[in-house]
């Protein structure tokens, strides 16, 4: 007995709170070194449960985060061609990382993973980004500690009517003091109401 899951792109809304599985979001291999993303239920000292039910996507389910690790969560492909206002992502987010040296962001491609440009810039709309780190990113991600699960909201600029977007969670640290990661949790997607 097998089970087949076929996957083509996903329209609007969409939600995956990843208890019945994976959700079709899959560790780019390729593009990461030394990948600590898994997909279950947490069950490290910071990140113990998940955010939404009793699974998530987290760096090291049980324990820390690779030293050294650049890696990419990936998203399967999302078909906005029939949207005239770019979509919003919303998602629940738990960031335990080392303060001002290792931290995660989100990026997103409009040409099947081709090329990819950061969402967001720090401060914007909901628990976006916290920090700059100069050091080893010169840009913005989320980095330290969040205290628990948080409720991240963004627009998705620029990809309406697009036919091929995917998104990914990037995450990357330096050579020392891992700690527990991070951890994403149902993931939303939704064209926003008009405002009256």
């Given at each position: 007995t097998f089970r087949l899951r076929v996957l083509n792109r996903l329209q609007l809304p969409y939600f995956q709170d990843f208890e019945t599985w994976e959700g079709g979001w899959f560790v780019d291999t390729t593009a990461s070194n030394l990948p600590s993303w898994q997909w279950g239920m947490p069950v490290g000292q910071t990140i113990a449960r998940a955010g939404?039910?009793?699974?998530?996507?987290?760096?090291?389910?049980?324990g820390e985060y690779n030293n050294f690790e650049l890696s990419y969560l990936q998203s399967p492909c999302f078909d906005f061609s029939g949207l005239t206002r770019d979509p919003v992502v919303e998602f629940l987010l738990y960031y335990d990382t080392e303060q001002g040296y290792d931290g995660a962001w989100l990026e997103v491609s409009t040409n099947d993973g081709t090329t990819w440009s950061r969402v967001g810039n720090l401060g914007d709309d909901i628990?976006?980004?916290n920090e700059i780190i100069s050091l080893t990113f010169q840009d913005t991600v989320w980095s330290g500690q969040s205290q628990g699960w948080l409720f991240a909201r963004h627009p998705l600029t620029g990809t309406a009517g697009k036919t091929e977007v995917r998104l990914r969670f990037a995450f990357r640290a330096d050579p020392f003091l891992a700690q527990e990661g991070i951890g994403v949790d149902a993931v939303r997607i939704y064209e926003p109401l008009a405002s009256d």
């Open positions: 939404s039910g009793q699974k998530a996507w987290v760096t090291n389910l049980a628990h976006w980004y």
